[in-house]
């Protein structure tokens, strides 16, 4: 098992992170892979929306000591794990010290996982950063237009200043055709390239098509919706990319609570977020 961690992140709300999560989940489940969501979004979490499962349990419970992580873990018919976000528990980063020991204390109960994908809520704060900061690495969902390519951009300069060696990809979302999807990649690794002296990669393209509504109003991911839409080939096909990398073998098999290790370390470099985070 990898346990490879991905965040996915994005700066202007509402462009399909969800949407991406939940299929991009689906699909390398598909392939075999051992995959658990989990919910990053503490303020809006809506991961159980979209697979269409209500918790009964979310993190609120495990922040408390009511629940161990093992007890939420949420089995979608999908072959998926989630972690259910605690909607309105926004304020991860002023856990106090025995909320942050009842989070730690369940990790050694839970299964391995070759992929840990992790749903970063939307825009530039603290919050979103240090979740990307402490994952392996780092997705940021476009839609063609100027807002979210300038937020884009802006997600990937606070990112790089932090960490210059973050692996950051793209994916353009809700494209009308290649070339629209091309001139987005280009906007953006032309600018990062000026400014950052860095290229973030294209993972691929997703294209715009109203079953991704109509799946969502249904309770019921694209994948299995309307397997044979143009997203739902978009994202096996992008999941074939993210398998069929070469990746570099972790020496332990804890990849979750490497990651929450990493993200309260983070926290504790930037001390002003336990005030300014949302
Ligand atoms: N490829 C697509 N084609 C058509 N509509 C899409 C596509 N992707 C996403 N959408 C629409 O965009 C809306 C927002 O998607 P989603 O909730 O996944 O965004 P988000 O980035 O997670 O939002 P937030 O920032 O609020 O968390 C969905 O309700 C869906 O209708
Ligand atoms: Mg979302």
Do not use: W
Not at 206 to 226: A, C, G, R
């Amino acid at each position: 098992m990898n346990n490879r961690t991905i965040s996915i992140c994005s700066g202007k709300g509402g462009v399909g992170k969800t949407f991406f999560t939940v299929n991009l989940s689906i699909a390398l489940a598909k392939q075999g892979k051992k995959v658990l969501v989990f919910d990053g979004d503490f303020g809006l979490g809506n991961i159980n929306v979209l697979f269409g499962f209500v918790p009964k349990q979310t993190i609120y419970n495990v922040f408390k000591g009511h629940r161990s992580l093992r007890d939420i873990l949420f089995h979608t018919s999908e072959g998926v794990d989630v972690i259910p976000g605690a909607s309105g528990y926004s304020q991860i980063a002023n856990l106090v010290d025995e909320e942050r020991q009842n989070l730690f204390k369940g990790f050694s109960e839970l299964p391995n996982y070759d992929y840990i994908l992790v749903d970063v809520g939307a825009g530039i704060n603290q919050n979103s950063i240090s979740l990307c900061l402490s994952s392996d690495e780092v997705i940021v969902v476009v839609n063609p237009e100027p807002a979210s390519i300038t937020d884009a951009y802006g997600t990937i300069k606070t990112i790089r200043a932090s960490d210059t060696s973050k692996k950051i990809k793209l994916v353009i979302n809700k494209i009308h055709s290649e070339a629209e999807g091309y001139k987005v990649v280009k906007r953006i690794q032309d600018i990062s390239e000026k400014f950052l002296s860095f290229k973030p990669d294209l993972l691929g393209f997703i294209n715009y098509d109203i079953e991704v509504e109509k799946s969502i109003k249904k309770q019921k991911p694209i994948l299995i919706f309307s397997p044979f839409s143009k997203p739902s080939e978009n994202i096996t096909r992008l999941s074939k990319i993210l398998t069929g990398e070469k990746l570099i073998e972790t020496q332990n098999n804890n990849g979750l609570l490497d990651f929450f290790k990493k993200r309260f370390k983070v926290l504790e470099k930037n001390p002003e977020e336990r005030n300014s985070a949302s």
